[in-house]
């Protein structure tokens, strides 16, 4: 990576991470927008710098947090994210090879998707869904972490539903995201797939994930979070927009 390049992705994870921070998702997905509309890295080498620096995040989150976590309803996604991880790390080696178009297609797709279902505050179940929902959206975000790093969506809709207080519902987010991230670490690196060291170098990022983290902490922002939620809801629309588009013009057989 260039030096602008360099900067242009420490911004991007920065930001990223002042998000997920305040949300309790949104860093894969914003990470994973940027890099497929900006051409800075592969797809899967993108994915695995994700993984890596969405557990510094989840980390630095959890060294306090990890006291709010439901561990009962984070062992069930677990359960089914797991196994669904090594489905979607496989359909994305597939789709890398030979239907590169198709895989930006679908990564614009659960973008836009995504910010759709951002902009709209799910409303409260008045008791706690059962045990196999729990199962059901763990299963999904396994797929969708296993292919881009981004197991946030399903989890994110089927949580904020709960009759849970917000900080056990964020708190049990993060770590979900941290324990997938360290499986699909561990899988890439059993699979000899690891970046090349000049991607690597996209780690650098670290301390910019870091600072933001703690500046969302710290100093969270003056405005409301239905605000922030609106932010990050177009930021995500238009990057899924924008990288989708090209995809379906190619898929069709329409020049450039």
Not at 91 to 102: K, M, P, R, Y
Not at 122 to 139: I, K
Request: aromatic content about 10%.
């Amino acid at each position: 990576m260039s030096l602008s390049e360099l900067i242009g992705f420490l911004v991007l994870t920065g930001a990223a991470a002042y998000a997920q921070t305040l949300t309790g998702f949104a860093f894969g997905l914003i990470t994973m927008g940027g890099v497929g509309l900006t051409g800075l890295l592969s797809l899967p080498d993108a994915a695995v710098i994700v993984s890596m620096l969405t557990l510094v995040n989840a980390t630095q989150m959890l060294l306090k947090g990890w006291r709010d976590v439901a561990w009962y309803q984070f062992g069930l996604v677990m359960a089914a994210s797991i196994p669904m991880l090594f489905v979607g790390y496989w359909l994305l080696e597939w789709l890398a090879g030979s239907h590169v178009d198709l895989l930006r297609l679908l990564l614009g797709l659960v973008i836009v998707v995504s910010s759709l279902q951002l902009a709209r505050k799910p409303e409260p179940l008045p008791e706690r869904s059962g045990n196999g929902s729990f199962l059901f959206f763990g299963g999904i975000a396994g797929v969708m972490g296993g292919m881009f790093s981004t197991a946030g969506p399903p989890l994110v809709y089927h949580f904020y539903r709960q009759p849970m207080p917000l900080v056990k519902v964020r708190e049990t987010l993060v770590t979900v995201f941290a324990l997938n991230a360290v499986f699909r670490i561990s899988l890439v690196a059993v699979s000899g797939d690891l970046p090349s060291s000049s991607t690597m170098s996209a780690l650098v990022a670290i301390p910019a994930v870091m600072s933001a983290t703690y500046t969302a902490r710290r100093w969270p922002p003056p405005f409301s979070p239905v605000t922030m939620r609106r932010i990050v809801f177009l930021l995500l629309l238009l990057s899924g927009i924008s990288l989708g588009a090209p995809a379906v013009i190619h898929l069709l057989g329409a020049p450039r």
